[in-house]
Each structure stands twice: as C-alpha cells, then as structure tokens.
C-alpha cells in the first residue's frame, strides 16, 4: 500500500494508512484498545494513542526519575516531522 507522501499533515492520512504507517514503524496495535499502539525500541518503549485531536505519546518509564514522558503532537504536522519526533525516542 503506497502512503501520501511523507510531507502530507497527519490529518490528510485515512485512518487504514495511519495504521500501516505505525505498522511500519514496529508498533502493534492494541486488541482491546484499537486507538492505542505499542512499541518497543532497544533503549525505550511507549505507547502511541490516537486521540481527536493529537496523537499522544507516553514514553514509558523514560524520565531521570523513572517517570513517563507524554507528549502530544497535533495531527497537522506531516508524517515525516512527526516520525523523526516520535521514533527518535524520549
């Protein structure tokens, strides 16, 4: 399945090319929970949820305290900007 283009904002992605697009990125979707996926790094792991307006992501455990890290990153960034600030990690 080809994608829009990696410049095109979030929002102007249908819901199945997100889905391949986090499919990609190594997430996996959550059964129970079908807005929330997982991935797991070597150095770090969160949780990617998609939320109305934003998608929300919860670095587990990633803060010098132990703490999560959330950030929230609104839908009319491009795929790209938003995969270099979420997949590079916390």
Same mark, same amino acid.
């Given at each position: 399945?080809?994608?829009?283009?990696?410049?095109? @904002?979030?929002?102007?992605? @249908?819901? @199945? #090319?997100?889905?391949?697009?986090?499919?990609?990125? +190594?997430?996996?979707? #959550?059964?129970?929970?079908?807005? &929330?996926?997982? =991935?797991? &790094?070597?150095?770090?792991?969160? #949780?990617?949820?998609?939320?109305?307006?934003?998608? =929300? =992501? $919860?670095?587990?455990?990633? +803060?010098?305290? +132990?703490? #999560?890290?959330? $950030?929230?990153?609104?839908?009319?960034?491009? &795929?790209?900007?938003?995969?270099?600030?979420?997949?590079? +990690? @916390?």
């Amino acid at each position: 399945m080809a994608l829009p283009s990696a410049d095109t @904002p979030l929002y102007n992605h @249908p819901l @199945p #090319d997100i889905e391949t697009w986090l499919r990609r990125q +190594g997430c996996e979707q #959550d059964a129970e929970a079908p807005h &929330r996926w997982h =991935v797991s &790094r070597p150095l770090w792991e969160a #949780d990617v949820i998609l939320d109305i307006d934003s998608l =929300v =992501v $919860r670095y587990i455990n990633a +803060g010098s305290d +132990g703490k #999560d890290i959330q $950030r929230a990153f609104k839908y009319s960034l491009s &795929r790209q900007d938003l995969e270099e600030a979420i997949f590079s +990690g @916390p």
